[in-house]
């Protein structure tokens, strides 16, 4: 289990995380969510004893990393996936790792049959498209076979087949008991992979639960209703009645209303009732991306001008701060709806988003190919990659990718080293 109590870390007088305190357990992927900038990789890079904590402590079973005995076997992450040296070749990189932390060099050939990098595992990673990067920095979080793993975005880079195998990946780690810490932007993504979510702003804790719990906060339902675009007056006859009635109404962009806390069918009757046609009356639901947007968008540092979003909030004054977002509430200017404790618990609806990922290409629980609802045979089969690009000019050199790792692991599987079966 990693915890962190207290944590705060400060650059000079920037405070990239603050008083963070949670408990990241085995088992189950935790998904560590968080706008650009919230603080995600500084608090990875704490819990790895790369970053001390000004104040504070992180803890991996009860060690802080730099205490713990072997910890490149217990401990495997992937945090940068450039940081490898680019003249060296998959294999080499990962020998070199598995040399230092004593690890059998067969390890090497399981990790790259693990990740499909076998077919390239001699050519130089220099040539690595970003996706095939990324697979390298896993093999070498797994090398070590480690019960704690840590990965930085791990689906940057990949193609929809890719981000399906890290998906399964990570499922079938924690499903062999492991402590499985996986940080992102999505929360699409981690919606479909993750058991629990840590949602931080600003280095600032905004939520600590399980996703169905998330779900469950979050995901209300409303109804869109349009009304003739040609007789304004109707729209307006029909907000008021809405709201006479005990209903939310908020404009959407294209005209139609957006209405909270009643029912489909009372909506029918009191247009009915005021002489209102409509053009469209339909039941929707809150996406889980539209609540971790509302979620964090106080703790927004980095707005791009493009986004659609942004021309629904009130400018601030210069210098100001905007304020701290309140878990499971909304923020002024957005147009989803309150959660459902707040009066947003509408109408009959079909409930729920599923926490399972859906049948398709990104969420089929099984490999590529398998039929829907098929286990995977293999959940760590591997597509291969693509051939490395032309090589660039200049070989970077960088340090390893992160710390390999591991300990004891259940029965054969391809993520446990030969001598360990
Ligand atoms: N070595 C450093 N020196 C100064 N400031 C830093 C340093 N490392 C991080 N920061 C600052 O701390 C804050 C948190 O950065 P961090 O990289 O941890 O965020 P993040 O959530 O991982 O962001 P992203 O999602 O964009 O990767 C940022 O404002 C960043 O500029």
Known sequence: MIEAVGLTKRYGDKTAVYNLSFQVRP?????????NGSGKSTTMRMILGLDNPTSGQVTIGGYPYRRLPNAPRQVGALLDAKAVHGGRSARSHLLSLAQLSGIPARRVDEV???????????????????????????AAALLGDPQVLLFDEPVNGLDPE??????????????????????SHLMSEMALTADHLIVIGRGQLLADMSVTDFISANSAD?????????????????????????GNVLPEQDGALRVTGLALPRISDIAHDSGVRLWELSPHQASLEEAYMRMTQGAVDYRSTTDQ?????????PGAQPPMPVP????????????????????????????QAPAGPYGAPGAPGA?????????????????????????????????????????ADLTKPEDAR
Do not use: C
């Open 27 to 35: 088992g189950a992927v935790t998904g560590f969510l968080g706008p």
């Open 112 to 138: 790259l049959g693990v990740v499909g990098l076998h077919d390239v595992a001699r050519r130089r990673s220099k040539g690595f498209s970003l996706g095939m990067g990324q697979r390298l920095g896993i």
């Open 162 to 183: 890719g981000i399906l195998w890290v998906r399964n990946l990570m499922k079938a780690l924690a499903a062999e008991g492991r402590t499985v810490f996986v940080s």
């Open 222 to 246: 409303f109804a869109r209703v349009r009304t003739p675009d040609t007789e304004p007056q109707q729209r307006e006859k029909l907000s008021a009645a809405i709201t006479e009635a005990g």
């Open 309 to 317: 979003k942004a021309g629904l909030q009130q400018p601030l004054p």
């Open 328 to 355: 499971g509430q909304g923020q002024p200017g957005w147009y989803a709806p309150p959660p459902p404790q707040q009066g947003g618990q509408p109408f009959a609806a079909p409930q729920g988003v599923p926490a």
């Open 371 to 411: 039929a829907p609802g098929a286990p995977a045979p293999n959940p760590y089969a591997q597509p291969a990659p693509q051939a490395p690009r032309t090589p660039p000019g200049a070989a970077p050199a960088a340090p390893p990718a992160a710390p390999a790792v591991p300990p004891t692991a259940p029965a």
